[in-house]
């Protein structure tokens, strides 16, 4: 009996470490993760999957600091359709849609189980607002087609997209300027039960090499201010826009179909 026990025991632990929470403050700059929406403790909650740690943890928004290195700094091509991101030849510090080694590959799932078994057809996702010294934009690439922008700093908030239930979706993410931005995340859903869901929650991500630590020290309830202007040595280093395109992924042995998202802007 104790044998059974302690196997069992141990089978449980294996299903669940993949999954644990952590509430030790991170900084990430490399590797995959994932922002999305899931039951603790019965509660919706949005979290952050962090695959860079084996085995995998959820952990709350308020522990990461999303760092995008000055590895990542490139310079707006002169192609026409990516004049949304600005000035041709003016610098943007992107995370491509496709993984790119030695930068961080941020994504947004709506795949945990529970989610999956108790949640409707759609996730709605919110953008509520960006504080920061620069602008941002979150935009897909495909294999045909202009770029598709989802959120947009220099627009008007609160601005939404849908995210379908049990997909897992990478995209391009874009800012202007070094230093530390607060995005302003709200994940809603309707339980099939009809009952409403709703969390949010602030995503910081620190632009840059400098001290990227200093923004777990940035307010989430006052404005951001502007950091000290951080010098950049050498120049953006020519980046393969290739990077940025990209349909279906694979991750984890899964193939994840990038689904189509539609974005509401309110005035």
Same mark, same amino acid.
């Given at each position: 009996?104790?044998?059974?026990?302690?196997?069992?025991?141990?089978?449980?632990?294996?299903?669940?470490?993949?999954?644990?929470?952590?509430?030790?403050?991170?900084?990430?700059?490399?590797?995959?993760?994932?922002?999305?929406?899931?039951?603790?403790?019965?509660?919706?909650?949005?979290?952050?999957?962090?695959?860079?740690?084996?085995?995998?943890?959820?952990?709350?928004?308020?522990?990461?600091?999303?760092?995008?290195?000055?590895?990542?700094?490139?310079?707006?091509?002169?192609?026409?359709?990516?004049?949304?991101?600005?000035?041709?030849?003016?610098?943007?510090?992107?995370?491509?849609?496709?993984?790119?080694?030695?930068?961080?590959?941020?994504?947004?799932?709506?795949?945990? +189980?529970?989610?999956? $078994?108790? =949640? !409707?057809?759609?996730?709605?996702?919110? *953008? @509520?607002? #960006?504080?920061?010294?620069?602008?941002?934009?979150?935009?897909?690439?495909?294999?045909?087609?202009?770029?598709?922008?989802?959120?947009?700093?220099?627009?008007?908030?609160?601005?939404?997209?849908?995210?379908?239930?049990?997909?897992?979706?990478?995209?391009?993410?874009?800012?202007?300027?070094?230093?530390?931005?607060?995005?302003?995340?709200?994940?809603?859903?309707?339980?099939?039960?009809?009952?409403?869901?709703?969390?949010?929650?602030?995503?910081?991500?620190?632009?840059?090499?400098?001290?990227?630590?200093?923004?777990?020290?940035?307010?989430?309830?006052?404005?951001?201010?502007?950091?000290?202007?951080?010098?950049?040595?050498?120049?953006?280093? +020519?980046?393969?826009? $290739?990077? =940025? !395109?990209?349909?279906?992924?694979?991750? *984890? @042995?899964? #193939?994840?179909?990038?689904?189509?998202?539609?974005?509401?802007?309110?005035?």
């Amino acid at each position: 009996m104790i044998r059974r026990l302690a196997a069992l025991t141990f089978a449980v632990l294996v299903l669940v470490a993949p999954f644990a929470a952590a509430d030790t403050p991170k900084v990430i700059a490399d590797g995959h993760i994932d922002m999305g929406p899931r039951f603790v403790d019965g509660k919706w909650t949005v979290q952050i999957r962090d695959d860079t740690v084996s085995p995998t943890v959820w952990r709350d928004l308020s522990d990461v600091v999303v760092q995008v290195p000055d590895a990542a700094k490139t310079q707006i091509p002169s192609d026409a359709v990516y004049g949304f991101l600005g000035v041709a030849g003016s610098p943007v510090w992107l995370l491509p849609q496709v993984q790119r080694p030695g930068v961080v590959w941020p994504g947004w799932n709506t795949q945990d +189980p529970e989610v999956v $078994a108790k =949640v !409707g057809r759609e996730v709605a996702w919110r *953008l @509520g607002g #960006v504080r920061g010294p620069g602008t941002f934009v979150l935009f897909l690439s495909g294999n045909f087609g202009a770029p598709q922008v989802i959120f947009d700093s220099s627009k008007p908030y609160p601005q939404e997209t849908g995210i379908e239930a049990n997909t897992h979706v990478h995209g391009n993410w874009a800012f202007s300027a070094p230093g530390t931005y607060l995005l302003d995340i709200e994940m809603t859903g309707t339980a099939i039960d009809g009952k409403a869901l709703a969390d949010r929650r602030t995503l910081r991500v620190h632009v840059g090499d400098d001290r990227p630590e200093q923004a777990f020290d940035v307010s989430t309830s006052a404005p951001a201010s502007p950091p000290t202007p951080v010098a950049v040595s050498g120049e953006a280093q +020519p980046f393969p826009w $290739a990077w =940025v !395109g990209g349909g279906a992924v694979v991750v *984890l @042995g899964v #193939v994840v179909v990038v689904v189509a998202l539609r974005r509401r802007t309110r005035g």
